[in-house]
């Protein structure tokens, strides 16, 4: 499962619900994919309730990367969730890569989770929370987040594994947007500039040197080879530019 937004509401009487999915088994991949549901559970006792995931099971190893919850899993008399997943049952080892959780989990604390119930069952790699979420069970495994960090672009850019131009997977409109999202959107690549804040503007060059095995490709933003950059957006060896 890949390239989701989901949105709305769950209300449920029932165990095993997800922002993304009820249940993922096997080999089981979700790339790209955010969750703003909100998950109204009536249950008495272990919900077992995921942001993303509400159980893994099967064999095989269940990956999810570039994954956001930014929704909410409500209930006083609910136990038992995880921001990512609820519960990973499964008997690989998964591998959870570039998530972040900014949502909300309202539920009884028992036994809850800030990414996932039986996180042994999951490497988790880059992966982050905002200050204040659930700091329970297995927080240790991610790096909380200020909110300050999230709406300044930082995070985006960290996500993106320090990366910066095509071939990223978060975006953010650094300045109006609380947090990154992963719907694509060129105009909010994040980009690390001199002084170490970030921002929408692409990182400057004054000049261009040749590789003497290769000539530089040099694109104008109509996909046209140019000869040589003057002031502008360009896309050059693949990465757009700005030349002043």
Not at 136 to 157: C, F, H, P, R
């Amino acid at each position: 499962m890949k390239n989701l937004v989901t949105r709305g509401t769950i209300d449920t009487s029932n165990k095993y619900a997800g922002g993304i999915v009820g249940e993922a088994s096997d080999n089981a991949s979700i790339l790209n994919c955010e969750s703003h549901v909100a998950i109204n559970s009536t249950v008495s006792g272990d919900g077992t309730h995921g942001g993303i995931i509400g159980l893994t099971g099967g064999t095989g190893t269940i990956r999810v990367t570039n994954a956001l919850f930014a929704g909410s899993i409500n209930g006083d008399q609910t136990t038992c969730c995880g921001g990512i997943c609820g519960w990973s049952g499964n008997s690989g080892q998964n591998v959870m890569t570039n998530c972040l959780v900014v949502g909300d989990i309202t539920t009884n604390p028992e036994s809850c989770a800030t990414f996932s119930r039986n996180s042994s069952n999951f490497t988790i790699v880059n992966t982050y929370y905002k200050d204040g979420f659930y700091e329970i069970y297995d927080n240790n495994k991610g790096t909380k987040v200020t909110a300050s960090q999230l709406a300044s672009g930082e995070m985006a850019y960290r996500l993106n594994g320090n990366k910066q131009g095509q071939g990223v997977a978060w975006y953010q409109n650094v300045g109006t947007d609380a947090y990154p999202t992963i719907v694509p959107n060129e105009q909010y690549i994040v980009y690390m500039q001199e002084n170490g804040t970030f921002s929408n503007v692409p990182t400057a060059i004054e000049g261009i040197t040749a590789d003497n095995r290769e000539n530089t490709a040099i694109y104008d933003l109509t996909g046209r080879r140019v000869e040589k950059a003057r002031k502008g957006l360009y896309i050059i060896n693949g990465k757009k530019v700005l030349v002043k």
